[in-house]
């Protein structure tokens, strides 16, 4: 089925969920309809108030939603349209499958290139045994590396080993390639090494969210899978490496509410308790600096929280969690978010664009703040850095190898955008590029 029957399909199914609720209920159940909007607000005013709020305040606000949600469920069952509410929201998520496919492009992105490459003779790789629970035992990845002709050096103190130092004279004594097994922080100081001598540089999944790995479409389930690249197996990619004050990122960097949650002491052993514990000030104003960024053109005044990724994320993804399509585009990712009330907040977690959400790209971003300095987190990691705080971005700076053989890069979900599927599923001539 085309784009266009697709498209087409999309609102037949949209329609037809309309009639099941209309064609099944009397007109003294329709009222059912706006019964189930007013819970919809009620229970993203509640989520908002949760996050925004400590105490009882935040468990009356949780109350709520469970309330609603309960008397929702039962005053639908009481008229026995149950059975109606499923059927009808059923043909809804059909709908939006049918659209997403319908604007999915029909050509797949061919990927970043890749040229093939002789196996390194002198590898040069960095393991950190704690990192993601102990991986490197695990997976027994020291032993496997050692077999396959690489030098191995383990992060096991005693003290703060200095990873980039480690790596220079590495490079000093001759090795042809670095590679790392460890967080995303550790990865992206040693391929700024391996980018500033023109080495190439190997990614082994052994970190706890291995977020780079996943975007050069590394097997995360099995970090052994990624030394397969030192041998003739291997192949080699060009990829851009984000900057910022001097210091390299292979994800992004984040101002503003996340840099703060991830400041706190406590978030390695407790994300999610300290989030809470950190949101409600950052959503009232009380804590943090007030942030001003210039990207390109544009001036973003006051976000509560700021991200730049070393290339842009998937369009529904706003916290640089997701995936990011190509590691070769070139541009920075801007995402800046402001809530101040429960409805930009509703709209941020449908997903939807508005006034509380920029998303946009640019070759440089320069954050300023009304502090001398400010926390960053880069790649996950927490620095303090004076301000304005200036990220660049250096095109296809790093040779990344990988193995032939690898899970790969799904596509982008496509973004649901109602204008384009509307011209795609009129009967009109399509505009010249379109479809």
């Not at 400590?54 to 309330?67: D, Q, S, T």
């Not at 029909?106 to 290139?113: R, T």
């Not at 002198?122 to 990192?131: G, H, V």
Request: hydrophobic share 50%.
């Amino acid at each position: 089925m085309n784009a266009r029957w697709l498209a087409r399909a999309a609102f037949g199914l949209v329609l037809v969920s309309a009639a099941v609720l209309i064609g099944f209920a009397d007109l003294s159940d329709l009222a059912l309809v706006a019964v189930g909007a007013v819970a919809a607000c009620l229970i993203a005013a509640g989520g908002y108030w949760f996050l925004a709020r400590r105490g009882v305040l935040r468990w009356m606000a949780f109350g709520l939603v469970i309330v609603v949600l309960i008397a929702v469920l039962v005053v639908f069952a009481l008229h026995h349209l149950i059975w109606v509410a499923i059927v009808s929201v059923a043909l809804l998520v059909l709908a939006a499958g049918a659209a997403r496919r319908a604007l999915t492009p029909a050509a797949a992105d061919p990927g970043m290139p890749f040229r093939e490459v002789p196996p390194p003779k002198r590898a040069f790789l960095i393991m950190n045994p704690r990192s993601g629970d102990g991986k490197v035992a695990k997976f027994g990845l020291k032993q496997k590396a050692e077999a396959l002709g690489a030098e191995v050096a383990l992060l096991e103190g005693p003290g703060i080993v200095d990873v980039a130092d480690l790596a220079r004279q590495a490079v000093a004594a001759g090795a042809d390639l670095l590679g790392v097994a460890g967080g995303d922080g550790t990865q992206a100081l040693v391929a700024g090494i391996a980018a500033e001598h023109d080495l190439p540089f190997l990614v082994i999944s052994a970190g706890t969210r291995n977020h780079f790995a996943m975007d050069l479409g590394l097997d995360r389930d099995n970090p052994a899978a990624c030394l397969d690249a030192l041998i003739s197996d291997g192949v080699e990619q060009r990829i851009d490496l984000g900057i910022i004050g001097g210091r390299t990122f292979v994800n992004n960097a984040s101002f503003g509410a996340y840099a703060e949650v991830v400041e706190n002491p406590a978030y390695r052993d407790d994300k999610r308790g300290t989030t809470l514990q950190v949101l409600p000030d950052l959503l009232s104003g009380h804590r943090g600096a007030k942030l001003t960024a210039q990207a390109g053109d544009t001036t973003i005044t006051g976000p509560q929280a700021l991200l730049v990724s070393n290339d842009p994320y998937e369009l529904s993804d706003i916290a640089g969690l997701g995936r990011r399509a190509r590691l070769d585009a070139g541009t920075l990712g801007v995402v800046a978010v402001t809530v101040n009330n429960a409805l930009q907040a509703a709209g941020l977690l449908r997903g939807a664009r508005g006034p509380g959400l920029i998303t946009l790209t640019a070759g440089e971003v320069v954050v300023d703040a009304d502090a001398p300095e400010i926390p960053v987190g880069i790649d996950g990691e927490t620095v303090l850095m004076p301000t304005p705080v200036r990220c660049t971005i250096r095109p296809k700076a790093l040779r990344v190898r990988v193995p032939r053989d690898r899970p790969g890069v799904r596509p982008p979900k496509p973004d649901l955008d109602w204008t384009t599927l509307r011209q795609l599923a009129s009967f009109r001539a399509l505009p010249a590029g379109a479809g």
